[in-house]
């Protein structure tokens, strides 16, 4: 029950979980309906909950497995790609995200700037689905790319899931911290 009476449920099987909310005589009539019981359909729209937020730590395995954190495994639902990211480390998009982005990056590009891009990103990409203990595997180039040990840290970057070595994690915050200008919270 929430707030002012409200019930929410998920509608089994929507995509993008929708809801339902449903209100009782008293607690009072919506403005836009007649009075009494009524029901709103809330088409999900991005919100914190749709974030990749926090930072954690993991390990990878021997076969190059990584155990993706739970709160980040339902946004990965539909699949993800995997690929080098901006300094060292790899950057996981949800599919969705990932189409948007790309199509986005490529626009005010000049042919050669465009070439560049594509070559560097597209070639090192990479599909990846969790399997049924949420672990994904992270391919062996990439995994030299970052130049990731056993010991990482997965963080969230509001639109998508950052891989670091530990320690080049732990260096580059201090590195931030440092600095400190420019926090706008």
Request: a neutral charge; hydrophobic letters at 35%.
């Amino acid at each position: 029950m929430g707030k002012f009476g409200e019930q929410s449920s998920e509608v089994a099987g929507s995509p993008g979980g929708v809801g339902i909310t449903e209100r009782s005589k008293d607690v009072g009539e919506h403005p836009a309906r007649s009075p009494g019981v009524y029901r709103r359909a809330c088409v999900r729209e991005k919100s914190v909950s749709d974030m990749f937020l926090g930072e954690f730590e993991h390990t990878i395995d021997a076969k190059g497995r990584l155990a993706v954190p739970a709160k980040f495994r339902v946004q990965m639902d539909r699949g993800a790609i995997i690929s080098k990211g901006m300094g060292r480390c790899l950057s996981i998009y949800p599919t969705e995200r990932w189409e948007e982005k790309s199509a986005a990056l490529v626009v005010d590009k000049s042919a050669e700037e465009l070439r560049d891009f594509e070559r560097r990103i597209f070639p090192s990409a990479s599909e990846v689905e969790l399997d049924g203990q949420g672990r994904l595997v992270i391919p062996a180039k990439l995994r030299e790319y970052a130049r990731l040990g056993s010991e990482v840290t997965v963080t969230g970057v509001r639109d998508h899931i950052e891989i670091w070595d530990r320690a080049s994690w732990r260096e580059y915050q201090q590195k931030l911290d440092a600095d400190g200008s420019g926090v706008p919270f």
